[in-house]
């Protein structure tokens, strides 16, 4: 399967930014439906209305926003400033030019002389997404959300609506809240699958809403071109037209037998997704943390043991509070410490009582620091 966005990312060792790429390579989040995941057997489909929500030129609003000098004027995002690298994203003042994402920064500056390139700063894209949430919370709880790449969220709205005026009624409302908390616009789209809710989020952008209902499969999604289902790139597009595929509505009615033939249990997929038989959930990938950790490197070394234990409480309340606040418990801890030789102890413990405070912490962090001193002092 093509990953389409993969190919755009600038090398991770690009001077300077490597956590920064790394980062945005990493933020895609693929849940392209799984086979298993479209129930092929299901005849009766359970009836759902999801809502996705994508913002409108996100890293070049977000730039414009925080920079008034910069609003109404042709912006683009990419890895560095000038004519290096590649355009992540462009204002929609920069796209009526022609500028699109994937494009040089130099074949932009080309078309538009007057194009301002910013670099990309991926921890404050990400900030906002996460604070988002928070956001969307206010209209249906966790299990129902589910963060799909760098600027998009769907929601299972489904038990919270009745019909599909109220989900745009909904849809509305979200659109004010963002634009309320984070003072950036956004395009949403509402439909009874998600893959046809996030076909409709493109119909109306810049900041626009649009429904596609099934009565509406026909006229809205049938026409749109191949390209448009997920998954389909420009190798699968440039194939499916060999086989006289050019629309969606192409797509639905093809025979399954021959997809099979062609691309093998995706083909089935593709056909699925073109006929809003698409039955995927919300995807929550929320990992289990197994371990936690915290270090400090100090400019200056310490010798005085008062110093050492406030360092240690300040490691342990940091930790702890990483803890709390991802409401979690710990039952072993593990102590690294180094001297100022470069050489290394390492220690680790059992804790008896588990608790979530650093006095809690301390002790045993003490402990296992009193066995490492006596275990290097009989070292050497
Ligand atoms: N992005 C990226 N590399 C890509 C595609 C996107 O780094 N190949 C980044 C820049 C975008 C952000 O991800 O701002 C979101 O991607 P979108 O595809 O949603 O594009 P935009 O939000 O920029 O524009 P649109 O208004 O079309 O959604
Ligand atoms: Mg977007
Ligand atoms: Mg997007």
Redesign the pocket.
Known sequence: MDRISSSFFIPRNEQGYESIYKRIRLMPLYSFPHYKELKPHLKNLVPKVFLHI??DA?YAQVEQRDNPNLRGKPVSVGSTTGNKGIVMTASYEARVFGIETGMSQWEAKQICPQLISLPCYGPKYEVIMINLMKGLREFVPDEFIEQY????YFLDITYFVRNFKQAEELGYKVKERIFDMENLTCSVGVSYNKSYAKMATKFMKPNGLSVVTPEERESKIYPLPVKKIWGVGTRINRRMSIMNIFTIGDLANASEHILKKEFGINGLVFRKLARGEDTSGIFNRVVHEKSLNHGHTLTNTIYELSEVKNEIRKIAEYLCRKLRDKKLVAGYLYFVLRYDNLRYASGDIHLAIIQMTTEFFMKPLWMSLRAFHSLMNTLE
Do not use: L, R, T, Y
């Open positions: 994508d913002f996100f790449s760098v600027d998009e």
